[in-house]
């Protein structure tokens, strides 16, 4: 989809602007081009494989068993739709799961921002005392609602000018230096849970109370020892505001721009179309400059999200989405036992896995995109309720098995839901399912659809990267679906590298293309370097190493034609 939309952005069209179906289809064609291109190379490559009858999630009867297991969701209850902070793209506009997110290097203003105490029991921290946060992204301030401090850390009131300010003691002596400040005195120790503060915008349209929590998260590694939260903006934010009934604000719409209800920066951009930052940082700097509620800023370079197909960066937005609950019918610990009844190859990959699967959030299955698998499920429009009806699933099923996914988007919905509904009394979802459950659902069509298969697979194998990838999506959907993992050994391989052992990128220059290595030397040059790796380590190759490989294949067949 994202190549589509490549090309159509090229020719200075608009994907919406088009027929969701005439879309998919092109789509469609373009994935066929590269899956006959992709089998065309690995049999180049002497790769043994079912080439006559691969298979593919967009098959239509791939499709109509992913719309099977996804229905499954739906009718045990583990589907839901809630609001919740998701990593979003505003380049794609969309919603992105973990396993569709890269991190990469990035460059992100620090700002030390002060928060005016304006209740306590202590009527003295009332006067002209200010808690301090430290955040990476300005822009969520306009989101702030509240802010976290740690039980086992100790803080104080430290003077600075004519100033008070409450500060981590373990990170006090950084914040000074972040502002320069070298003249100061701790004053006494200060409990800061319970305090309630004003928000650095108050009088502008941020009159509410900005309660400090305690919050288990918070740590003294970085920053103040207060946490900024922002309830709509990041996982532990959302959770510490749902568990204190704090509200959780809509602050910027599908493309990163402040909606008309947010005081001071509506229409100001978090990210360009382009994924380029845009002027709300800047904005909410100079805001906070303007209201003498700045302390200190600077720059931190650091890992961030980033789409692995638009490779732009990402931001945590709360947005409307559809959910597999981790809790319901005990996913999360049916998913841990059986983590621990597969073997695993290496063994660290077994506690990879589990700590992902430990603390991971529940399953964004929506995304709002054109192609892909539809989430085939009718919500009632008064109450909200989904419909849970096995005649109306099997419709869409035999509708999919003939027609593939475009089924959903050109039939009419009243053939789908029958006689016993009205199609105005429902909506229909439009959203595509994330990618990672189509690939989770294989173990479903492949093998319970094929005869000379059996179910589990004896071996699943992929790069380390499937951890929270194919590995992790499969163990999902099999659990929720069957009590049990789809495989019974999973095996990891490495990745491959350049000759000094770096990540292989067309803008390094230093990316080997096999096609041109086969065409130089033959593929057997290939084989033999493959053979000659330890499959469980990354592995190197570049001009020197084939090089290595080509005179030591020469040697063997000049051997071999001396001894026939």
Same mark, same amino acid.
């Given at each position: ?11 200075g ?36 494989g ?22 499954k ?48 029991a ?46 981590c ?52 590694e ?49 990210? /360009? $179309? ?5 002027? @709300?940082?800047?904005?909410? *700097?100079? !805001?906070? %400059? &303007? ?6 800023k ?41 983590? /621990? $009844? ?5 063994? @660290?990959?077994?506690?990879? *896995?589990? !700590?992902? %699967? &430990? ?23 008064q ?13 869409i ?26 199609a ?12 990672w ?37 499969s ?18 391989h ?17 990316a ?53």
């Amino acid at each position: 989809e994202w190549k589509i939309e490549e090309q159509y952005r090229a020719k200075g069209l608009n994907k919406d602007e088009v027929p969701a179906t005439e879309f998919r289809a092109e789509c469609r064609s373009f994935a066929e081009k590269w899956v006959a291109i992709q089998s065309e190379q690995f049999q180049r490559l002497g790769i043994i494989g079912d080439w006559d009858k691969p298979y593919t999630t967009m098959a239509f009867d791939a499709e109509a068993v992913i719309v099977q297991e996804f229905q499954k969701f739906v009718m045990n209850g583990a589907l839901y739709r809630g609001s919740k902070p998701v990593m979003w793209s505003v380049v794609e506009k969309t919603a992105l799961a973990e396993a569709e997110v890269e991190y990469e290097e990035h460059v992100s203003p620090t700002i030390f921002v002060k928060f005016p105490v304006k209740q306590a029991a202590d009527p003295a921290l009332t006067e002209g005392v200010s808690a301090v946060i430290w955040t990476t992204t300005p822009w969520t301030i306009p989101g702030n609602r509240a802010m976290a401090c740690a039980k086992s850390l100790n803080y104080g009131l430290y003077q600075v000018g004519d100033e008070k300010l409450i500060l981590c003691d373990d990170l006090a002596e950084r914040a000074m230096s972040a502002a320069d400040i070298t003249d100061y005195q701790r004053l006494s120790d200060v409990e800061p849970e319970g305090l309630i503060c004003a928000h650095p915008f108050a009088g502008q349209g941020y009159d509410f109370d900005v309660p400090i929590l305690a919050g288990d998260f918070v740590t003294a590694e970085t920053g103040t020892g207060l946490v900024h939260i922002a309830p709509g903006h990041g996982q532990d934010d959302f959770e510490l505001g749902l568990k204190h009934r704090i509200e959780v604000p809509f602050t910027v719409d599908e493309a990163g721009v402040y909606f008309d209800h947010v005081p001071i920066f509506a229409g100001k951009r978090v990210l /360009d $179309e382009n994924g380029k930052n845009g002027d @709300a940082n800047g904005a909410v *700097i100079t !805001a906070l %400059i &303007e209201a003498n509620a700045l302390f200190a800023k600077g720059k931190l370079r650091h890992q961030y999200p980033h789409s692995w197909r638009s490779k732009a960066p990402l931001i945590f937005r709360n947005t409307p989405q559809w959910f597999v609950s981790m809790e319901h019918n005990n996913l999360r610990d049916k998913a841990l036992k059986a983590i /621990d $009844e597969v073997n695993w190859f290496p063994k @660290a990959g077994r506690n990879r *896995i589990h !700590a992902m %699967i &430990e603390n991971r959030p529940d399953w964004v299955l929506s995304r709002q995109r054109a192609w892909g698998v539809p989430l085939t499920v009718f919500m009632h429009r008064q109450s909200g309720e989904i419909l849970r009806d096995e005649a109306v699933n099997q419709r869409i099923v035999d509708g999919v098995k003939t027609q593939g996914a475009d089924a959903w988007f050109n039939t009419d919905p009243q053939v789908f839901l029958g006689d016993a509904y009205q199609a105005s009394d429902y909506e229909q979802v439009t959203d595509i399912l994330d990618v990672w459950f189509d690939s989770g659902t294989t173990h479903a069509f492949v093998l319970e659809e094929r005869d000379n298969l059996h179910w589990p697979a004896d071996v699943y194998l992929e790069g380390s990267d499937q951890h929270r990838g194919w590995f992790h999506s499969s163990l999902l959907e099999s659990c929720a679906t069957r009590g049990v993992a789809p495989y019974k050994n999973v095996v990891t391989h490495g990745f491959t590298m350049d000759e000094k052992g770096r990540k292989m990128s067309k803008s390094s220059g230093n990316a080997v293309d096999p096609l041109k290595v086969i065409d130089q030397s033959g593929a057997e040059i290939i084989r033999l370097w493959t053979t000659s790796c330890d499959y469980s380590e990354d592995q190197r190759i570049g001009p020197e190493i084939i090089k290595a490989n080509t005179d030591a294949y020469r040697k063997m067949r000049n051997c071999f034609r001396f001894l026939l």
